[in-house]
């Protein structure tokens, strides 16, 4: 009983389990020589697959760009992207002016209608707009084109503002002429006291007319100004398109580089 105890509990190793000196269990018929041929050939065939790879990693570094340029792309993409914030930031700082000036521009109308009226725009000569500002548009804020400039002396109370202005009275006879008779020289006062308010309605024209030569001089002034920054404003725009383009293709490089690196 003891004995088969201990038989049982130590069993007899395998012979199929068991290896020879190489580790590799062998075949019926099969001498030590084939298996290492077979070895061989296996560690053959690991070396070619392993010197093939170290060929595609030779090539692969071969073409890869310098470390320079590396670091040149990822400065120049620094770069880029800080000039891509600056033009951004500079649209909404020209955009944010065009408003205001959008905001002015109705201002003045409503004050040139209070004080021209609704034809202010026939009265001062100024067509109406064409439309609405575009950013690379070239015209102005009233939609009109300048041929030449206002002078200060230009006759503007006489054409432009002729609808304001009412027919002067004929002069009257001076009151001294020497004639004694009462009724006469209270016609005389009478004439005079007309005489005297259409002077004073005709300096109230000309300080009108004086006044809405300013505001259209002020309109004028701004529709150029307008047009410079458009002007600024679309050549910020093309920068920014182009400071765009550069910045996607240098980042369709970069990616790129850092794999090969």
């Known amino acids: 009983m003891r004995r088969a105890q201990s038989v049982r509990n130590y069993p007899r190793q395998s012979l199929a389990l068991a290896s020879d000196d190489l580790g590799v269990l062998r075949e019926p018929g099969e001498s030590d020589e084939d298996v290492l041929r077979k070895q061989l050939l296996e560690r053959d065939r690991e070396v070619e697959r392993l010197a093939t790879q170290v060929q595609q990693l030779q090539t692969m570094l071969l073409e ?3 470390i320079e340029h590396i670091q040149e792309l990822k400065k120049e993409h620094k770069n880029l992207e800080l000039l891509l914030q600056g033009t951004q930031r500079e649209n909404e700082r020209c955009m944010a002016d065009l408003d205001r000036a959008k905001t002015r521009e109705k201002l003045l109308e409503r004050k040139l209608c209070e004080l021209a009226g609704e034809n ?3 009265s001062l000569d100024i067509p109406p ?8 548009s070239r015209s102005g804020i009233l939609g009109h ?3 030449a400039t206002i002078s200060s002396g230009s006759p503007l109370h006489t054409s432009t503002f002729s609808g304001f202005h009412h027919p002067r009275a004929p002069p009257s006879p001076s009151p001294f002429r020497g ?3 009462p009724t006469q020289s209270q016609t005389d006062d009478q004439s005079g006291n007309r005489s005297i308010d259409a002077d004073v309605q005709h300096q109230k024209q000309q300080a009108m007319a004086a006044k809405l030569e300013q505001i259209k ?7 150029q100004r307008l047009q410079t920054r458009q002007e600024t404003l679309a050549k910020t725009v093309e920068k920014a398109e182009n400071a765009t383009k550069k910045f996607e293709t240098v980042r369709k490089e970069l990616p790129v580089a850092i794999d090969v690196n």
Not at 129 to 136: D, P, S
Request: zero cysteines; charged letters at 10%.
């Open 120 to 122: 202010w725009q026939s």
């Open 129 to 136: 707009a064409a439309g609405t500002i575009g950013i690379g």
């Open 145 to 147: 084109q300048r041929s």
């Open 217 to 223: 001089l002020l309109v004028l002034g701004m529709d």
């Open 64 to 66: 890869r760009p310098p």
């Open 179 to 181: 004639n004694a008779n």
